[in-house]
């Protein structure tokens, strides 16, 4: 294995290997050192959950329906992250929950 | 380059580092470039689904200065806002604020937004080329993207 070069990287490796991704399937490392990291689909919905709520304080449940609804003002930041995050209404995606 | 989890089609290019979504650190200045893009791979062609780029003065969300965003499909069925546009985080003189004004655009390359940053906004370019590199990257935008 080559040698991991910047702190981040280590630190990368450290932060797959550990308990924020304690299912990772793969991790490889681009030509330029970035790593590249697999998620299993529940660990991606959990990666979801946790923008959704760092976000704006919802669940992902809980936003598709508020944004659905109208509820939501687009134009907020947030909301608008989290549109895209989420993939609502996109290539008949209504979202990732 | 991975498929989003769940989605074997879409991908989703975004920084993360400790599990959330960070922006991007820039040369010569504090400010940092928040980049989000999901390309869907249709028929062996790689469509752009949604972009947001966001200029931030700092590492905080909450220092946003401009917002490029762009959605493919409207998000919902009464979703009239023009599906590329941009946000800034001002105000009219009137003291209107403008930033949840959808200001249309066309579709943008992240060429152009990093162009900006470095003719407007002191972003220092790695390499004296840098105006050649960014034209040949944007070059056949329109015409192969999707």
């Known amino acids: 294995m080559r040698q991991l070069r910047t702190a981040e990287e280590r630190f990368s490796r450290q932060l797959c290997n550990g308990s924020w991704y304690p299912g990772v399937m793969e991790i490889t490392y681009t030509a330029a050192g970035t790593p590249v990291i697999d998620l299993t689909p529940e660990e991606y919905d959990a990666y979801l959950e946790r923008e959704t709520q760092a976000a704006i304080g919802m669940s992902v449940a809980e936003f598709t329906r508020a944004y659905l609804a109208g509820e939501l003002e687009d134009g907020d930041m947030a909301v608008d992250h989290l549109v895209g995050l989420l993939r609502i209404g996109q290539n008949g995606h209504k979202a990732a929950a | ?146």
């Open chain 2, 1 to 146: 380059m991975r498929p989003i989890a769940g989605y074997p089609d879409a991908f989703r290019l975004a920084r993360i580092v400790d599990a959330s979504d960070v922006p991007l650190e820039l040369d010569g200045t504090t400010a940092r470039l928040f980049v989000e893009h999901v390309i869907v791979d249709q028929d062996g062609k790689c469509r752009t689904e949604s972009y947001s780029y966001r200029l931030q003065a700092d590492a905080s969300p909450g220092s946003w200065l401009i917002r490029w965003e762009y959605v493919r499909d409207p998000p919902r069925a009464d979703y009239a806002y023009p599906r590329a546009h941009v946000h800034v985080n001002s105000f009219f003189a009137d003291g209107t604020p403008v930033a949840r004004i959808h200001i249309a655009t066309t579709r943008l390359p992240l060429e152009l937004v990093v162009r900006n940053l470095i003719s407007d906004w002191g972003v220092k370019p790695r390499t004296e080329d840098w105006l050649a590199i960014l034209e040949e990257s944007a070059a056949g935008f329109a015409a192969e993207s999707h």
